[in-house]
């Protein structure tokens, strides 16, 4: 019989008193296995035997918009932007510093860059203090990237 108590994933908690059945065993076994298998068919996390990339790189325009996010078809890891054919630190006409390069990763925040999950990444501007600014989204400009499987 099955145990009166089950786990998040329904496989049984048997007691002492509990006199379990061969299916329920065969059951648990078959929830184990339907779970497992939908984890690893699950690309977004794991390469596939024909995409052994660890990595991707690109770029994308600047659209000066609040948030733009750039789409790669699977959850990063850890993403670093920076600014093509530029300097990643300048400073403006006031002396502000502009920053225009940024790194996420799992655990690691960076204001105007976030990893999506299972899309890619998304930018944006942002003020960091009174004088210095993120500039990840400046419209017009064109920035690199590189994504971590």
């Known amino acids: 019989m099955p145990a009166s108590k089950q786990t998040a994933h329904g ?4 007691t ?13 076994n078959q929830t184990i296995d ?12 794991h390469k596939t035997p024909t995409d052994q990339t660890p990595l991707v ?29 530029a300097q990643m630190v300048q400073k403006d006409s006031s002396g502000n510093l502009a920053l225009y390069s940024g790194i996420a990763a799992n655990g690691l925040y960076c204001g105007p860059l976030y990893l999506m999950q299972n899309q890619g990444f998304s930018v944006k501007n942002e003020a960091v203090s009174a004088d210095i600014y993120s500039m990840l989204n400046e419209n017009g400009k064109v920035y690199a990237y590189i994504a971590f499987r």
């Open 34 to 45: 339907d779970l497992f298998g939908k984890h690893i068919a699950d690309t977004t996390l």
């Open 11 to 14: 496989l049984n908690l048997w």
């Open 57 to 85: 790189y690109g770029n994308y325009t600047g659209n000066g918009s609040s948030l733009q996010t750039i789409t790669l078809g699977f959850n990063p890891q850890a993403v670093l932007v920076f600014p093509f054919k």
């Open 16 to 28: 002492a008193d509990d006199h379990p059945l061969r299916e329920d065993f065969v059951s648990d």
